[in-house]
Every structure is written in C-alpha cells, then in structure tokens.
C-alpha cells in the first residue's frame, strides 16, 4: 500500500535521478567555486533585502527575499546527505549562513531610533511569537519541497515552496532583535527558523528514503544508520516543546483578554456613550482601551470584576481617549 501512494505522488516516469539530485543540493560536488559563489551572493542580496523589507514593515519586499533566499538548497543537502549516510558538508554551509544572515539583521538594526517598538512593526512581531500550526504548516511545506525537487515536473511550484517556508526572514528578524538588545524576541524568531529547517530536512529525509535514493548506504551499513533519525527525533522536540508551550499561553492569553473586555463593557455599562474598543496584553500586562465622552467610573470596580476570571497578580492599565492612561492596579491585590 505504502508503495502504490509512492508510486502515485511520485511516478517513476517523473522522479529525478540521485544524480541529478545531488549536483543541485550538494555544494561540494561538481563546479564549487560557481556554485558557492552564487550561494553567498544570493544569500547577502537576500539577507539586505529582507532586512529592508523588515525594517519598512514592507511585506512585498520580504516576499521578494523569500523567493531569491538560496539557503533551502544546503538544507535539502542535509536531508540528502543523512539518507545517503554521508558527509557533505551541508550544516557547516548552512550554519555560517545563518549567522551571516543574523549579522546582517544586526548592522540594519543601527537604523532604527532609540525608542523603536519592536512589536509595533508587523513584520517583527508575527515572527517572534511561533506556535504549534507553525510547525504543522512548516511541515506541509518541507513535504512539498521534498516532492518539488524530487518530480521534474512540478518544480515550478518551488518558489511558493520558498515564500511559504519563510527562512531568511526568521534570521533578520532574530538579528534585529539582537540589535536593540530583545533577547527574547530574537529567541522566538529563532524558535520559527529551527522548526522551518526541522519541516524541510525531515520532509527531505522522508520523501528521499522513499525513493531508495539511501538504499545503497543501508546496504553498505548492513542496516539503517540510527544517527539521523535520533538526531531529527532530538531536534523535533527542541521544537515541539516551545511551539507547543507557546500555543498554550496565547490560546490562554485569548480567553483571559476575553474575559477582560467582558468585564470592562459590564464595568462601562452604566457610561453613557462609553463603549470598550479593544483588549491587548503585552509585557505581561492587560491593556483596556476605553472610550468615554466623561470621567471615567472608578477603576477599583474593574479590578474587582476581573478577580476571578483572570489569574490574579496580572497589572491593567486603562488606557482611555484624549490621551489619559490610568494604571488601574493589579487583580487580586
């Protein structure tokens, strides 16, 4: 059965020999010097134009990167190689790229003003905070990449497969982070690029196995080397684990602002004309945006609607219109 769906996603007619296979993903076969030297100059180019992209909020500009981004070629050369059971080179090329990348999202960061918000910029903030559909989707892509370069016929969907699995821009983003000194921010766009790499090398692993592209390394080695695959399992719950945890806190984070803006309609519901007009929490703080044509009802009445609905210790801030922001307290005190 397992082999008829092979047969059927990738048709013996349509697979790409390991051959051919290997002089596109492996950058120390055939003519290195060419090869190497367009990897590095794409991935610079790339680098800076995502950087730019992330740094005007410019989400054209970040797709343009995503699409010329040269670094899933020595990812899919990691899929390959550990299939094939040999070295080539490929996370070495694939680590000093991310820490070009990372050095390059530093040095753009120097353009932002001293008082900068991170999370106010679109493109920083949807990348800091991963969760666990991130690493479900990432691995949809990781198994079309594989299959895209594995058919010849279908190798014009690569470029979605490069847009959707979002590499070079995880990378700027962690280093503009650690440009203006947010060490947890540019952990969580680190988060993001280690689960796109794990989705694209198992993704690889997986659809280059099917194939029998290792069959002769099993054979050499009497049986399946066991390396890898602890290696992936090792890797896959380095990811799984802070996806997961992260998923939890914001589906939580989501019913807590719930019951928050909740309670503040019920605590304005007496203020003609008052109406509540968002809930956000940040830094650890809930954020009660209010509109009031007068004074406002005494804030020592929300906190007490919000005990028991949010955990207690959480500080609210009333930010209210014509500018007046009101530190309400903290619930439960």
């Not at 984070?253 to 008052?274: F, N, Y």
Request: glycine share 10%; proline share 5%; hydrophobic share 50%.
């Amino acid at each position: 059965m397992i082999s008829g769906v092979r047969d059927r996603v990738l048709p013996a007619s349509q697979r790409r020999s390991l051959d051919e296979l290997t002089q596109d993903l492996d950058l120390s076969t055939g003519d290195t010097t060419s090869k190497r030297s367009a990897f590095w100059t794409m991935l610079t180019l790339s680098s800076v134009i995502a950087a730019g992209g992330v740094l005007t909020d410019s989400t054209a500009t970040v797709i343009g990167a995503m699409i010329i981004a040269p670094l899933s070629t020595p990812i899919m050369g990691i899929a390959l190689g550990s299939v094939q059971r040999r070295r080539t080179g490929s996370a070495r090329t694939v680590l000093l790229a991310c820490l070009v990348v990372i050095a390059v999202g530093m040095v753009m960061s120097v353009s932002l003003p001293g008082d900068y918000d991170l999370l106010s910029n679109s493109q920083i903030s949807s990348r800091t905070s991963p969760g666990l559909m991130d690493l479900i989707a990432a691995l949809a892509t990781g198994f079309a990449g594989a299959v895209a370069l594995a058919r010849r016929d279908v190798a014009a969907v690569l470029p979605g497969v490069a847009i959707a699995i979002s590499l070079v821009p995880p990378l700027v983003v962690a280093g503009v982070c650690l440009g203006r000194l947010s060490g947890w921010l540019a952990l969580g766009a680190l988060v993001l690029f280690v689960s796109n790499l794990f989705a694209l090398v198992f993704g690889g692993m997986v659809v280059f196995a099917s194939l029998g592209y290792g069959a002769e390394a099993d054979t050499a080695a009497g049986r399946p080397a066991r390396r890898a695959y602890a290696a992936m399992a090792l890797l896959f719950a380095v990811v799984f684990v802070p996806l997961t945890a992260n998923t939890v806190v914001t589906l939580l984070l989501d019913v807590w602002t719930g019951r928050t803006k909740d309670a503040a309609e019920q605590w304005l519901a007496d203020e003609s004309g008052a109406s509540v007009t968002g809930v956000d929490a940040t830094s650890r703080t809930m954020y009660v945006h209010v509109r009031v044509p007068g004074d406002l009802p005494p804030v020592s009445a929300l906190l007490e609607r919000l005990e028991g609905r949010i955990p207690d210790g959480i500080p609210v801030v009333v930010d209210a219109s014509r500018g007046r922001r009101i530190d309400a307290g903290v619930v439960g005190d």
